[in-house]
Nanobody, 125 residues
């Protein structure tokens, strides 16, 4: 069992930065891949980024590549999403998720076993 709690969302101007955090509880965090997804109003939940259990391998959606960075600290049971050069189209509720597969290219919500409650990110133009 893994419980996830996101924080760090807020309101930011276009071009600004935010760092999202995901605090995990449970003994299996360090053995699980972590992902970030986002969901805008009326839209489906979309993949943003994924990191493998060790933090050595990452994968990003094309829409955020070069602007967002996913990372983790297994000693602290934390995952992060650093978001730079934010755009209004990045506005969404952001969710962290934990999965058990070693495949770094899992981009569908079905590929994850545990989810946080989400944190709102709003980017003004």
């Amino acid at each position: 069992q893994v419980q996830l709690v996101e924080s760090g969302g807020g309101l930011v101007q276009a071009g600004g930065s935010l760092r999202l955090s995901c605090a995990a509880s449970g003994p299996t965090f360090s053995s699980r891949a972590m992902g970030w997804f986002r969901q805008a109003p009326g839209k489906e939940r979309k993949f943003v980024a994924r990191i493998n259990w060790s933090g050595e391998t990452t994968y990003y959606a094309d829409s955020v590549k070069g602007r967002f960075t996913i990372s983790r600290d297994n000693g602290k049971n934390m995952a992060y999403l650093q978001m730079n050069s934010l755009k209004p189209e990045d506005t969404a509720v952001y969710y962290c998720a934990a999965g058990s597969s070693a495949n770094i290219y899992i981009t569908t919500p079905r590929g994850y076993d545990y989810w946080g409650q989400g944190t709102q990110v709003t980017v003004n133009s």
